[in-house]
């Protein structure tokens, strides 16, 4: 057995633990932590309070901070830190955590915890923070020993960051906050045991590569795992697909790795995807996945995924590879070290691709993409409601207008997808979404981290009615670090999403799905301190948008829009790609949902 | 015969569709992990939360100064799902190494159990001893209604002496759950 035991590092001179912590976060490049106090920190609070090189942003609520540090982590690549108490602190931390988990965002969560004496005794504000965040992590940590803490926390930095990233929770007992510690720098050694591959293998590039050279119908799916993988990987995916002129599709996480605008993009596939995204993905003969990982929401049906494809897929997580969907040739590694290392084994390779066969694949591509599957019709007179999906496409079209690097962040439900079918990144790192756990209540305070990584940007929330409501205190926050982030919200006066399987998949029994006695948003806006507009006709829709994005402050626009629009094209759970519902526009082509999706979320 | 498990055992099976996954096995996986606080948990945790079926585990350290522990599980799945076990343990921070003994050759796999039969004089209490002996238990404790036998052998064995044991006054089993490693030179 080899093993590399990290030579032992010289420990300077100890100091309290909160101090020896906060030196840790230093040494790991910390600026900014999220955070929440309460009696267990109260150390740290104290060693906060002391210096000036961390920046502390009270939030409202714990939930939040997670979210903010992952809006922080996503749109700068660093590893987001938040900071809790013990028991209640850290229990409301646990949905931004399993959020971070399931889209692979880099955060570490310091929580306090009782002093060591007390572990297990039900204390006051006791909680098995560990016990409770072990599924919810993807490591976490127990600090007993003083002499640990320096080493733990740089560990915890490591593993957030490396292979694939996620979040690591340290707990950390008051008593080991106050007691010495000693420091310890980063580690220059290998981890003992947590090594991921980053580098692929050549035979599978090989084979790959072959595949792909062979290929009549190829298409290339992207995901988050390419935004993870930092801008270098986005550039050399869009070297990738030039060179090749294959069809690129993105999952929700990966909007943004390749430019949206670009004709080689077919638009987001999976259950809100595009149609031609879709149906490539259904006919293809042989398919790239690089860093997505065959969720339920992209395969649909499993049996009928993708049925008469040979499938290469590339994952830096080998557990990723062959869970859902059994692939060809698999590729464990970094998304941009694998692409680079594709592209150079693709000109390497005498072989020509099939040109003939791509222009035809091509040709029936574009016959897909003819069907213009988003189309929704917006009636311009005075007074006319406005249509969501116009509402987000004036949102668009304006803040390209207003030329400012822009951000957005969404909530969950109709507003999330309608805003990733309209909203057109053309970079990564631009586009915060809570895409595998769908958490409500995201959106604003992931802004809120965005924006504090990037003051002077235009940072957008695109909400509804319902979801704001789940995190709205957060605009206290907004107000305190004069964060001018936008939430623009398209209130369609109903759970939508919920409101649509219910028209679509339960006779239309809309129970508890209205959004009853909401807020004014104008006045609520106001008592934050904030501005508050309201759109209520399409006639009022570009000067909302326009004062909205020239407002120097935060601003809560309310958007009202029909309340009865439905979210198309739509794969319902359970059915395969080639049976997806089209929108209204479309009613001749409507196919029947399986009874199957009842079951399904 | 359904034996017992020596940990709690997750009972529904993957949900993973049978035809991508290839015929339905049994493996013994081998783990080798720091000796940190939480880690079987962590592994345990695993399992019942991904519903991967647990037929047997073990843990205890293994190397000078308890640095690390080797647990043994014994699971069964389609290989696609025996694939994800091995890859999902693979991923956990504190997890070194991990080996599929099923997959990599012939191994031995060994459990201890202990089994007390209470039965008074008679032709039941010759029986009990006259098995015992053909299978090599031992018997480490006696009283004149009772017996208690330590045996050593393959699970298969074990089940099928307790089996024997039921109807001769059986009244109580314990199990360690396997221990395992390659034969032959290979170490994990
Ligand atoms: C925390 C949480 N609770 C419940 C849900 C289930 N859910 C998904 S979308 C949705 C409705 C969202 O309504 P709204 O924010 O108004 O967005 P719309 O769909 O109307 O655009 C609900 C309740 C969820 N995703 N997250
Ligand atoms: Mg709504």
């Known amino acids: 057995m080899s093993t590399h035991p990290t030579p032992p590092e010289t420990p300077s001179a100890s100091a309290p633990g909160a101090e020896i912590l906060l030196r840790a976060l230093k040494d790991q490049g910390v600026e900014v932590v999220f955070g929440y106090p309460g009696g267990a920190v109260l150390p740290i609070y104290d060693a906060i309070f002391r210096q000036n090189a961390i920046r502390h942003i009270l939030v409202r609520h714990e939930q939040a901070a997670v979210h903010a540090a992952e809006g922080y982590a996503r749109s700068t690549g660093r590893v987001g830190v938040v900071l809790v108490t013990s028991g209640p602190g850290a229990t409301n931390a646990v949905t931004g955590l399993v959020d971070a988990l399931m889209d692979s965002i880099p955060v570490v969560c310091l929580t306090g915890q009782v002093p060591t004496h007390l572990i297990g005794n039900d204390a006051f504000q006791e909680a098995d923070t560990t016990g409770i965040t072990r599924p919810a992590t993807k490591h976490n940590y127990l600090v007993k020993r003083g002499e640990d803490l320096a080493r733990v926390v740089h560990e915890a930095f490591y593993v957030a960051r490396s292979g694939r990233p996620g979040p690591v929770v340290v707990d950390l007992p008051k008593d080991i906050l106050i007691g010495a510690a000693p420091y310890t720098p980063p580690p220059t050694a290998p981890h003992r045991s947590y090594r991921p591959q980053t580098e692929p293998n050549a035979d599978a590039i090989a084979r790959a590569v072959a595949l792909l050279k062979g290929a009549k119908r190829p298409v290339i799916y992207t995901g988050g795992g390419v935004i993870n993988a930092g801008t270098e990987a986005s550039e050399a995916l869009r070297s990738f697909v030039r060179r090749t002129g294959f069809p690129c599709t993105s999952t929700l996480m990966g909007l943004g790795a390749y430019p949206a605008s670009d004709p080689q993009f077919l638009g987001m596939l999976g259950m809100h995807g595009t149609y031609e995204a879709n149906l490539a993905m259904h006919g293809c003969d042989v398919m790239l996945n690089v860093g997505a990982r065959f969720d339920d929401r992209v395969t649909g049906k499993l049996a009928a995924f993708s049925p008469g494809s040979r499938k290469i897929h590339v994952d830096i997580d080998p557990s990723s590879i062959n869970k859902n969907v059994p692939v060809d040739v698999a590729i464990v590694g970094d998304a941009g070290r694998t692409l680079l290392a594709l592209l150079r084994a693709w000109d390497a390779d005498a072989a020509e691709p099939d040109r003939a066969a791509l222009a035809e694949w091509w040709r029936q591509i574009d016959a897909w993409r003819g069907k213009d599957a988003l189309r929704y019709t917006q009636p311009q007179t005075k007074g006319a409601v406005i249509k969501p999906q116009y509402a987000i496409q004036r949102l668009y079209q304006l803040t390209r207008e207003a030329g400012r690097e822009t951000f957005i962040s969404t909530e969950v439900g109709q507003h999330q997808m309608w805003a990733a079918q309209f909203f057109k990144f053309e970079q990564p790192n631009r586009w915060m979404t809570s895409g595998g756990l769908g958490t409500m209540g995201y959106g604003l305070p992931a802004a809120m981290g965005v924006q504090i990584a990037h003051p002077d940007a235009l940072v957008i929330d695109i909400a509804g009615e319902a979801s704001i409501l789940m995190n709205i205190q957060e605009m206290a926050t907004l107000a305190q670090y004069r964060l001018p982030v936008k939430v623009f919200i398209l209130n369609n006066r109903y759970m939508g999403m919920v409101r649509q399987w219910q028209e679509l998949l339960h006779g239309g029994r809309y129970s508890e799905s209205y959004s009853a006695a909401l807020p004014d948003f104008v006045k609520l806006a106001e008592s934050f301190h904030a501005t508050g507009l309201h759109a209520r006709s399409v006639d009022e829709l570009d000067g909302v948008i326009r004062a909205m994005l020239e407002a120097p402050g935060p601003v809560i626009a309310d958007i009202a829009v029909d309340e009865k629009e439905n979210c198309f094209p739509m794969i319902p759970s359970g059915a395969p790609h080639n049976e997806m519902i089209l929108g209204p526009e479309h009613e001749a082509d409507a196919a029947g949902i399986a009874d199957a999706g009842l079951v399904l979320v | ?188």
């Open chain 2, 1 to 188: 015969m359904r034996r017992e498990s020596p940990m709690p055992v997750s009972c529904w099976c993957s949900s993973m569709s049978g035809e991508a996954g290839g015929g339905y096995r049994s493996a013994t996986i081998s783990v080798l992990v720091d000796n940190e606080a939480g880690v079987l948990a962590r592994v345990i945790g695993l399992f019942s939360g991904r519903g991967y079926n647990i037929d047997s585990l073990t843990v205890a350290p293994v190397e000078d100064g308890g640095q690390r522990s080797r647990i043994n599980i014994v699971t069964s799945g389609t290989q696609m799902v025996i694939e994800q076990i091995k890859a999902q343990l693979d991923r956990l921070v504190p997890v070194h190494r991990i080996a599929d003994l099923t997959q990599l050759g012939p191994h031995i796999a060994r459990e201890m159990a202990l089994i007390k039969i209470v039965a008074p004089a008679g032709d039941k209490r010759a029986e009990a001893l006259r098995l015992a002996d053909a299978f090599r238990a031992r018997v480490v404790d006696a009283t004149t209604e009772s017996f208690v036998f330590e045996m050593t052998g393959s699970t298969d064995k074990l089940d099928a002496f307790v089996a024997l044991m039921r109807p001769l006054g059986l009244a109580e089993v314990s199990r360690t759950g396997v221990a395992a490693m390659a034969r032959g030179p290979r170490a994990i």
